[in-house]
Nanobody, 116 residues
Framework: VQLQASGGGLVQAGGSLRLSCAAS????????LGWYRQAPGKQREWVAG???????NYADSVKGRFTISRDGAKNTVYLQMNSLKPEDTAVYYC???????????WGQGTLVTVSS
């Protein structure tokens, strides 16, 4: 399984970006898909997740600003990020969970930089 994240870049505070994570195969086989981020000097943290049933959850820090979604036909999961803040600056990673296999798959990361 390969995950390819894209869509990062430099944006001013208050702006928007949409991240994409394309899987090498069908995403419907995964129990959950999620986005994580790691800011410089900090540990990686969970940002948002979507279950196989379509339920979504968000970290408190992004709730109301970020939206996770998926497109099964394109085997892609998205993270729409609005009202971006400088503290959202980080490398963003996508993750796919296959719990029956006890396996987690990670994308390579895409850098988001929010200027003040």
């Amino acid at each position: 399984v390969q995950l390819q994240a894209s869509g990062g870049g430099l944006v001013q505070a208050g702006g928007s970006l949409r991240l994409s994570c394309a899987a090498s195969g069908s995403i419907v086989r995964f129990d959950a898909l999620g986005w994580y981020r790691q800011a410089p000097g900090k540990q990686r943290e969970w940002v948002a997740g979507i279950s196989s049933g379509g339920s979504t959850n968000y970290a408190d820090s992004v709730k109301g600003r970020f939206t996770i979604s998926r497109d099964g036909a394109k085997n892609t999961v998205y993270l729409q990020m609005n009202s971006l803040k400088p503290e959202d600056t980080a490398v963003y990673y996508c993750k796919a969970e296959a719990r029956g296999l006890g396996a987690n798959y990670w994308g390579q990361g895409t850098l988001v930089t929010v200027s003040s």
